[in-house]
């Protein structure tokens, strides 16, 4: 079994779930954020320091790993854990959402994509077999499905043919496997429309993949549309299987997502915004370049414990940025990490204790 899953609690007053996702190379206790390594390192980041901020699974890409460095000499040095020095289990992407935000340097066909690549202009085709034998060779612990990511917006027709175009190939991806350690998921396609959704979730139901994501969302979309999708598709996924909804987002989302029996997220919010120094708090985000903090002397959150918040004021923090040392990107980084891993906590703890409710109300009015 490449992965089991086990569901400890469900609060039936929100849909919320506890549980634990058990694999080769370790437990990850859900409703879970993944860090986003999408080069095979989390930026700014030792894999020490993404481990000390309680992060338990990362996610790394397959489209830039295929590019640079090539995934036969990952396979040739032992697998991306040992390629990065991560420990942990790792989730790994299709690829499906980089080719499509390529727009005019790729062409979609119906046995794959063409596609430029971003870095020296070279042609290169990826079909539903080859992202599954990169993803095998990077030996992550958990395979996605190539699907086709359907744009916002989308017609009814073209959000159909994406559809079936995205199920072809979940069925290609099962065929062509040939590691059943990998865990495989499979990706609910179909853009706004609650039909195409439901006929994506009966459809891919049918091949019984280890677990089901939502993809396609938050690819410019309001975000009331991604609430409303997530409400109506995640009670047609099966209970046994952890649900994935990719590419989400900000704390507020994920809470809302929790909500609705989400267990996995990833997004790049918390890293990306550590960088241009937007740090976040449980009451206010941070602007960290602001005059105001320049004779600060407090952490950015006084109760906050990460390692940045326990060594370092707001005055050196906002120092450190406007000079451009890379010291405020790592310290920076560190904090968001463990303010996304606290709030995985606390939310786990709520709903351990039966209050995801209050904890939801409680977390809004904020």
Excluded at 73 to 81: A, E, S
Aim: charged share 20%; net charge neutral; proline share 5%.
């Amino acid at each position: 079994m490449p992965l089991k899953f086990d569901l400890i609690k469900q609060d039936y007053s929100t849909a919320a779930r506890l549980g634990k996702i058990v694999t080769s190379h370790g437990t990850v206790h859900t409703p879970a954020f993944m860090p986003v390594g999408t080069q095979g390192a989390v930026k700014s980041m030792l894999p020490e320091e993404i481990k000390n901020c309680g992060a338990e699974i990362i996610l790394s890409n397959t489209y830039h790993l295929y590019l640079r460095p090539g995934y036969e000499i990952i396979k040739k040095i032992g697998g991306l854990h040992r390629f990065m020095n991560w420990s942990g289990p790792i989730l790994t992407d299709s690829g499906g959402f980089q080719v499509y935000s390529l727009g005019a340097l790729r062409k979609i066909t119906p046995d794959g994509v063409v596609f430029h690549s971003h870095i020296d202009g070279s042609k290169h085709f990826l079909s539903p077999q080859k992202a599954i034998e990169i993803q095998e060779a990077l030996n992550s612990d958990i395979m996605m499905c190539l699907d086709e990511c359907t744009p916002y917006p989308a017609t009814f027709l073209q959000a159909k043919e994406s559809l079936a175009l995205t199920v072809k190939w979940a069925d290609l991806c099962i065929k062509s496997r040939n590691n059943t350690a990998q865990a495989l998921f499979g990706i609910i396609q179909g853009g706004i429309y609650p039909d195409l959704r439901k006929e994506a979730v009966e459809q891919l139901r049918h091949f019984d993949f280890d677990g089901y994501a939502l993809g396609g969302v938050s690819v410019g979309e309001p975000k009331e549309i991604m609430y409303k999708i997530t409400d109506s598709i995640t009670p047609l996924l099966p209970e046994t299987k952890p649900r994935y909804l990719m590419g989400v987002g900000t704390p507020a989302d994920i809470v809302f997502a929790v909500s609705r029996g989400i267990d996995m997220f990833d997004c790049v919010i918390p890293t990306r915004c550590a960088r241009h120094g937007l740090l976040f708090t449980n009451t206010e985000n941070v602007v960290i370049k602001n005059a105001r903090w320049r004779e600060d002397n407090n952490p950015i959150e006084q109760t906050c414990d990460c390692y940045t918040c326990r060594n370092y004021s707001r005055a050196y923090l906002r120092h450190l940025y406007v000079t451009g040392e890379i010291l405020a990107m790592i310290l920076n980084t560190i904090h968001n990490i463990r303010h996304y891993m606290r709030l995985m906590e606390n939310i786990r703890l709520a709903i351990s204790e039966s209050r995801f409710e209050e904890f939801k109300k409680s977390y809004f009015n904020k």
